[in-house]
């Protein structure tokens, strides 16, 4: 007797279903948070290894803890020992305090930003059907206006922003020439770190720093700290507003990516008009384009960020929408 044929899967493409249904659970990414939140990695690693310490230590409730904690497990942050006790997977210590990345202060939910922040995602689907921000539809105010509005949130974006420019501002005075350039103006330099590192590795370099009073207040103490203070100047307004005349080389990072496309375009030209005859406006920013498919995850992250808060956008060279090298979408 002939065998049947095996019957076909109910599911078409189990593998790929399986993957879609993972994607579009919003548990996950808020258990991270959770767990960056309460330095949790730090916490075990520290010793308290076990629910009971743990709870002691993180302030939280054991049962509530314990359930947090087998799932976070799941997803791979923490293994358990034979004995119940847990340890920090590898990806688990890139929550740690001391990762170089700071990837847990980008999660912390105690900073007022990055809570507001994370708990408007949603309004990504306004933005993707008029095209602009949605932070004005979601709290009455402009992303912009919050800065000065409501308590916590300016100072939580300036130290989410000193966290992101610790990481570049280091290449920054390595990866372009500097010997030609006698006075630089950090535009929107914010607390200056990115500044402070051009000083320290340039010693014939001479610095302005605009920005707002609230960062630029806390870059005088930074700057001073990094010893170079004497050959650096704080501008306290707006970027907005005309610039400071005089300088060789206006350098503009991390900024532009913030607004749309006129916006960009009026503050590149006020670099222009400030700089000395034959001066330089520096642009900073990632590069969608060519980016290759690991880092344009990011970048297409960052990009839906901008639509969603100020209307702005990650840029290719030629202004395009990013697609992957391959061709593919």
Known sequence: MASSPPLEPLIPNPAAVQKLIGLT???????????????????????????????????THPDGLGRLM??????GLFRTTADGRFEVTEMGEALRDSHPMGIRSTLDQTNPFLSKLDQSTH??????????????????????????????????????????????GTAIAHSYDWSSVRHVID????????????????????????????PAAEAASLLEQAGVADRCTIVQQSFLDALPV???????????????????????RRCAEAAVPGGKVLLVERIASTATDEALQAVSHLDLFMLMTSGGRERSCGRTAPTRQDGGP
């Not at 959770?34 to 993180?58: C, F, K, M, N």
């Open 246 to 268: 005089g300088g060789d080389a206006y350098l503009v990072a991390n900024v532009v990516h913030n607004w749309n496309d006129e916006g960009a375009a009026s503050l590149l």
């Open 123 to 168: 309004g990504l689907l306004y933005a993707v059907r008029t095209g602009g921000p949605a932070w004005e539809h979601l709290h009455g105010l402009s992303f912009w206006d919050n800065m000065t509005v409501e308590s916590g949130f300016g100072e939580g974006y300036d130290a989410q922003m000193n966290q992101h420019s610790s990481l570049f």
């Open 25 to 59: 659970s919003l548990l996950d990414p808020w258990a991270v948070r959770t767990a960056a939140t309460l330095r949790l990695p730090d916490l075990v690693d520290e010793g308290a290894d076990t629910i009971d310490e743990l709870a002691v230590r993180s302030d």
């Open 187 to 214: 535009v929107g330099g914010g607390v200056g770190r990115t500044l402070a590192a051009l000083l320290s590795e340039h010693p014939h370099l001479r610095g302005s720093l605009v920005d707002l009073p609230g």
């Open 70 to 75: 087998r799932h976070l497990a799941l997803l």
